[in-house]
């Protein structure tokens, strides 16, 4: 993760992931040895970019390549296009989001209930988070967006923004209650032992004491599973919503060019790299808070 | 507070951890206003009787009955019982999430039902007591061990409990924090505090116990006042015991 390369204190590989959370170094690098690493690491990543670009421009169907994926022409006409399809992308993965966060917490709380007779409770949650697990979302949201309105029953939608937006849902909420759950089982039972000794009802230690501490440990991996999301709502373009990928499938054949899906991938990347950096900044000001202290 | 009933009384209490049993059959009373220190080597149990004494851990034999509610009958609520008895843990066991001033006035707040507002006063009002009122917006990471030591004995006494448990509350202290922490107990013993105390710090035992337990293996061996069981133990296992400590330099 260093930079530099150069003689690597771990104080750097902590400050470089919140770039604005404290620095904790331990050892100070002397500012001539720090330019001179900042120098090599430069020059090798020219060296190394340009050897790539080099190989890949000389390569013998380069000039077709570039026509189909990196057609410049089209990137500009087919961008107002996919931004707005992507609308759908962004209310797809927020709105099931919230859902996810409020239902993977439930499960988690459901898989840890106490005594025989919540049994059935821990059977049902387990179940539900093994199926889902297992069964790739893309059959999921093709057994559901299919199935369902194909039933035919009065009442029920068959809105394919609807049943996408509950497959995801359905998936992700199991992956998401695992980390809950991972969460949860790291706080130390002293915690539970301290907040039932005060008389708190068992789900009073969970929702004032555990799950806070809970939530703030995971929220790395919590972030993890979002991007993992976002990415995944183009899954719903198979039972024909037309969201960004779909969107730019239509622009590619009508087109007869890749280049449009480029474009998407670099929507993509455009959406996520903020989104990370964000999360380090939370958690970076949440290690920092706990440590300065003083936070009202 | 109730009349004649005593503050705690323990009935041939049981415990065991799979085939270990750690309490063989425990008989004790405390009466109100009384100190009593359990002392005994690490394994006799003292810390399992005071989990036990706040149902921490269920029990499997016994009675144990506080201010003449029988505690572990079936059906209570544990929840009502323990607002009743607080304890404070050898390892402080703040929360780490809160400030101070939350991690005292969470249990008057969601268990008393308090507002914020008076449970904050009333916080404000024990902080300062034991001179811990600059701290109240800290979280407990920027405090030393003793402070966030007395933070966990304000946040027990905030439930305003009958009966105080304290559990090895000096064991994980800097040596030079340890007087601050046993001040506070003192001062509290000194105003009447009904308390159980579980110690390796046996000068302090002498000095604050209205009695002394001497717990070996599960069972309460001897108990007398401190004099009498510090000077003149009648049994040979107290006598050892007292010895090793005298060894270490603990007394």
Redesign the interface.
């Known amino acids: 993760m260093s930079l530099t390369g150069g003689p690597v204190d771990t104080g750097e590989l902590i400050g470089f992931a919140g770039s604005s959370g404290p620095r904790r170094s331990r050892r100070r690098v002397p500012p001539g040895e720090a330019l001179r690493s900042s120098l090599i690491a430069l020059v090798s990543t020219i060296v190394v970019f340009g050897l790539i670009a080099v190989v890949v421009t000389n390569a013998p169907n380069w000039p077709d390549v570039q026509h189909s994926f990196f057609n410049g022409e089209i990137f500009a006409r087919s961008l107002p296009k996919l931004v707005e399809a992507f609308g759908t992308n962004i209310a797809l993965f927020m709105f099931a989001e919230i859902l996810i966060l409020a239902l993977g917490l439930v499960l988690a709380i459901l898989r840890g209930l106490p005594g025989p007779v919540f049994f059935p409770v821990r059977l049902l949650a387990t179940v539900y988070v093994d199926l889902f697990r297992a069964v790739p979302g893309i059959l999921v949201i093709y057994l559901l967006g299919f199935g369902i309105p194909g039933l035919g029953i009065a009442g029920v939608p068959d809105d394919l923004f609807f049943w996408g937006a509950v497959s995801l849902v359905l998936v992700y909420s199991a992956y998401v209650s695992e980390v809950y759950r991972a969460g949860i089982e790291s706080v130390h039972w ?2 539970e ?9 068992r789900l ?1 230690a969970l929702r ?2 555990i799950v ?2 809970a939530v ?1 440990r995971v929220i790395p991996p919590l972030l993890n599973d979002f991007i993992g999301l976002q990415k995944d709502t183009v899954l719903v373009s198979v039972i024909g919503l037309v969201e960004i990928f779909r969107e730019g499938q239509i622009l590619k054949s009508a087109a007869f060019n890749f280049t449009p899906l480029v474009a998407i991938a670099l929507i993509f990347v455009v959406v996520t790299i903020p989104l990370a950096r964000f999360t380090d900044w939370l958690v970076a000001r949440e290690r920092g ?8 | 507070m109730s009349d004649l009933a005593p503050a705690l009384h323990i009935e041939d209490l049981h415990k065991s951890f799979g085939a270990l049993e750690v309490l063989r059959g425990i008989d004790l009373d405390v009466a109100e206003h009384e100190v009593v220190c359990l002392i005994g080597s690490s394994g006799s149990g003292k810390s399992t009787l005071l ?1 036990c004494i ?1 149902l ?1 851990e269920p029990i499997d034999a016994g009675r144990i009955v506080v201010e003449g509610d029988e505690i572990t009958a079936k059906g209570v609520d544990v ?2 019982i ?2 009743r ?3 404070v ?1 050898q ?1 402080f ?5 809160m ?1 101070v001033l939350d991690n005292v006035t ?2 008057p707040r ?2 008393l039902g308090l507002g914020r507002a008076e449970a904050e006063a009333r916080a404000t009002e024990l902080l300062e007591r034991f001179g811990l009122a600059p701290k109240r ?3 407990p ?2 405090l030393s061990g003793g402070q966030q030591q007395r933070v966990a004995i304000v ?2 006494l905030a ?1 305003q409990p009958d009966l105080l448990l304290l559990d090895e509350v000096t064991s994980a202290l800097d040596p030079e924090l340890v007087a601050e922490v046993l001040n506070v107990i003192r001062e509290l013993a000194a105003n009447g505090m009904t308390m159980v105390i579980a110690t390796h710090e046996m000068g302090f035992a002498r000095d604050i116990a209205s009695r002394v337990c001497f717990l070996d293996a599960g069972q309460i061996l001897e108990e007398g006042p401190p004099a009498e069981m510090f000077s003149a133990p009648r049994e040979e296992r107290t006598r050892q015991f007292l010895q090793r400590v005298i060894d270490a330099g603990r007394l």
């Open positions: 002293s915690q032992a301290a907040a039932r000794s005060l008389g708190l009802s009073q004032y004491v806070p501490q703030r808070r706990q440590v300065a202290g003083g936070g009202r | 989990r706040n921490l929840n009502r323990r607002r008895i607080g304890i843990f390892a066991n703040l929360f780490p999430h400030s969470l249990g969601k268990v917006n800290d979280y990471d920027r946040r027990a439930m």
